[in-house]
């Protein structure tokens, strides 16, 4: 029986073209259990990113780049109308932001040529770049952190770093499920959160269902500019903790410190090597200034390992 990690690597791979599936489903177990994104670019070689980089992907499952699998803009094409259902064109006229959930969670981006009208792009068209991030989560990675999230019975508004590609999104989820599900202990029944996934990658729903765990008592808010969501949230779902992905504008730093005071908890991600690249960049001194954030759990690659650090955070 495949596990659960293989099922999800399964599933995204009956997104592929025929030649190109058999390639990626010949891979070893241990491979696939691993993989993260499929790569497809017309004219150039079909690859598969794991935790260590990119990966040129040959027939029979073989990580060989003297051995390419060059792919067509036919294979393209084959895999926006498998993801699609055959709608292959009415899903690119949807494509906003460069990507789209399909079923199971999966997320593809899709590059081409663009076409704007009034300033925005309506629709992709000529598609020549096709990335599917494989839909799954590591269970149970956050609870060695939970009792230092905690103080006196309390959670303290945390930040995630790492740079990119290190685990920030994949870390946050469970977090997010922990805090939401709670642990067995009458003192920590588990928290209200509402869930910020501008990009739905951290939920990843599909037809208003999440297709990965994020808790009993998360409300998730997809396709928004985190500022608005912030402030609709407030409104309306009365979150003990709010939490996103990757700050990036000072709008969003606002919009924090506005939640922070009303005496809602943060849980968030930024890019960054640690805290000292965090104070180094104008945009996260400012946040710093702001003093929202208590706990810091900085993310590093340690022998193609990740190792979280967790230490207290000072303003200024």
Do not use: W
């Amino acid at each position: 029986m495949p596990t659960l990690s293989d099922a999800r690597f399964e599933s995204a791979a009956a997104l592929l073209p025929a030649n190109v599936r058999r390639a990626a489903v010949a891979l070893s177990l241990e491979r696939k259990i691993c993989a993260e994104e499929f790569r497809l670019r017309a004219g150039r070689p079909f690859s598969i990113v794991f935790p260590e980089g990119e990966r040129t992907v040959s027939q029979g499952g073989i990580l060989d780049p003297s051995l390419p699998l060059i792919l067509t803009g036919e294979d393209i094409a084959m895999t926006l109308e498998t993801a699609s259902r055959g709608s292959a064109h009415s899903v690119l006229e949807s494509v906003r932001a460069g990507f789209i959930t399909v079923g199971d969670g999966h997320r593809l981006g899709i590059c081409g040529q663009a076409v704007v009208r009034d300033g925005e792009i309506s629709t992709i068209k000529m598609p020549s770049s096709v990335s599917i991030r494989i839909a799954r989560q590591i269970k149970d990675i956050a609870k060695p952190l939970m009792s230092e999230l905690m103080s006196d019975g309390r959670y303290r508004s945390t930040l995630i770093l790492s740079p990119p590609g290190c685990g920030k999104t994949t870390l946050l989820r469970d977090l997010v499920c922990q805090l939401s599900n709670g642990g067995r202990q009458p003192s920590f029944p588990g928290m209200r959160i509402s869930l910020i996934d501008e990009r739905n990658e951290i939920a990843a729903q599909f037809s208003g269902t999440p297709q990965l765990d994020i808790g009993l008592r998360t409300d998730v808010i997809t396709g928004c500019p985190k500022p608005q969501a912030v402030m609709m949230l407030l409104r309306a779902m009365s979150p003990q903790i709010i939490a996103l992905d990757e700050i990036t504008a000072p709008e969003d730093i606002a919009a924090l410190a506005c939640a922070a005071n009303c005496g809602v908890g943060l849980l968030a991600t930024a890019h960054a090597d640690g805290i000292d690249d965090l104070k180094s960049r104008p945009l996260y001194q400012t946040l710093l200034k702001q003093d929202i954030f208590k706990h810091v759990i900085t993310i590093s690659m340690t022998s193609g390992k990740r190792v979280y650090d967790f230490a207290g955070i000072g303003g200024g």
